[in-house]
């Protein structure tokens, strides 16, 4: 019986993920890259979880997977609300006892030298009067690039693209583009026929650039990553294809209007 190659554990033929770690078993990730959300493993060329969708790029990873050891606390500051006067008699105070306990176990026939005299305290100055601060109106925060937003709507889309391609719905995958996408219905007719001869075990995604045109139209440079499996030889292949993506709002969504293939 085969196993895991990451955890050891056997599993069936033709068993996609691991029972125990989650790794993906028709085709292995790399490394020891793991999603933050559900802890599978997951390739570094990820944006998002094979299992639960999470982002994986802003991710922040272990120390110790990054093999450095954790930045040592900063030293706890004594808190300044207590006069150093005070601290001063407290600690003189605490000296005198201890003396004074040694003493009192060591005593013998002569007699022990009086105590040394208690430091003295001075009086401590009045505090200045309290100056009440004027409110002041709680900073902005500034608002995060326009690219950002962008990005991060155009890469909602494509995920809602990736979903539909996994789950073979024809209707959330043509939600994705627009109304006036060149061949609509050939496009359509296409996508049904390629998921009849192949299933997608593995498919990701990334944005390589994009570039906004106006509020309404934008590109983006897409590059998908797959794994699929012939049905009817059950053969494992991957393969990755480059898009230049024209993006339109249409009723406040982001729609494709038109992809171009070109060179990865």
């Given at each position: 019986?085969?196993?895991?190659?990451?955890?050891?554990?056997?599993?069936?033929?033709?068993?996609?993920?691991?029972?125990?770690?989650?790794s993906f078993l028709l085709h292995p990730e790399q490394g020891n890259t793991f999603c933050p959300q559900c802890d599978v493993r997951v390739s570094p060329l990820q944006e998002f979880c094979h299992e639960c969708d999470a982002p994986l790029k802003e991710a922040p990873a272990a120390p110790e997977a990054l093999g450095t050891a954790p930045e040592a606390l900063p030293a706890k500051i004594p808190p300044s609300g207590m006069p150093s006067w005070l601290l001063g008699v407290l600690v003189g105070a605490g000296?005198?006892?201890?003396?004074?306990?040694?003493?009192?176990?060591?005593?013998?026939?002569?007699?022990?030298?009086?105590?040394?005299?208690?430091?003295?305290?001075?009086?401590?100055?009045?505090?200045?009067?309290?100056?009440?601060?004027?409110?002041?109106?709680?900073?902005?925060?500034?608002?995060?690039?326009?690219?950002?937003?962008?990005?991060?709507?155009?890469?909602?889309?494509?995920?809602?693209?990736?979903?539909?391609?996994?789950?073979?719905?024809?209707?959330?995958?043509?939600?994705?583009?627009?109304?006036?996408?060149?061949?609509?219905?050939?496009?359509?007719?296409?996508?049904?026929?390629?998921?009849?001869?192949?299933?997608?075990?593995?498919?990701?995604?990334?944005?390589?650039?994009?570039?906004?045109?106006?509020?309404?139209?934008?590109?983006?440079?897409?590059?998908?990553?797959?794994?699929?499996?012939?049905?009817?030889?059950?053969?494992?292949?991957?393969?990755?294809?480059?898009?230049?993506?024209?993006?339109?709002?249409?009723?406040?969504?982001?729609?494709?209007?038109?992809?171009?293939?070109?060179?990865?």
């Amino acid at each position: 019986m085969p196993q895991c190659p990451h955890c050891q554990v056997p599993f069936e033929a033709g068993q996609r993920y691991c029972s125990t770690c989650g790794s993906f078993l028709l085709h292995p990730e790399q490394g020891n890259t793991f999603c933050p959300q559900c802890d599978v493993r997951v390739s570094p060329l990820q944006e998002f979880c094979h299992e639960c969708d999470a982002p994986l790029k802003e991710a922040p990873a272990a120390p110790e997977a990054l093999g450095t050891a954790p930045e040592a606390l900063p030293a706890k500051i004594p808190p300044s609300g207590m006069p150093s006067w005070l601290l001063g008699v407290l600690v003189g105070a605490g000296i005198l006892v201890i003396i004074l306990l040694v003493l009192l176990f060591t005593r013998g026939t002569t007699k022990p030298p009086p105590p040394p005299p208690a430091p003295k305290v001075e009086a401590p100055a009045p505090a200045p009067p309290a100056v009440t601060a004027t409110p002041t109106a709680p900073a902005t925060q500034p608002a995060p690039p326009a690219e950002a937003n962008l990005k991060e709507q155009l890469q909602k889309e494509l995920s809602i693209l990736r979903e539909a391609q996994l789950r073979k719905d024809i209707i959330l995958f043509m939600s994705v583009y627009s109304l006036t996408y060149p061949e609509l219905d050939d496009k359509r007719a296409s996508t049904l026929k390629a998921w009849e001869g192949y299933d997608f075990t593995n498919l990701v995604f990334t944005v390589d650039k994009i570039q906004s045109i106006d509020p309404d139209n934008s590109i983006a440079w897409v590059t998908w990553y797959m794994d699929t499996k012939n049905r009817q030889t059950q053969e494992l292949s991957s393969s990755s294809q480059s898009f230049q993506v024209r993006f339109a709002k249409e009723l406040g969504k982001w729609r494709i209007r038109s992809l171009e293939e070109v060179e990865s």
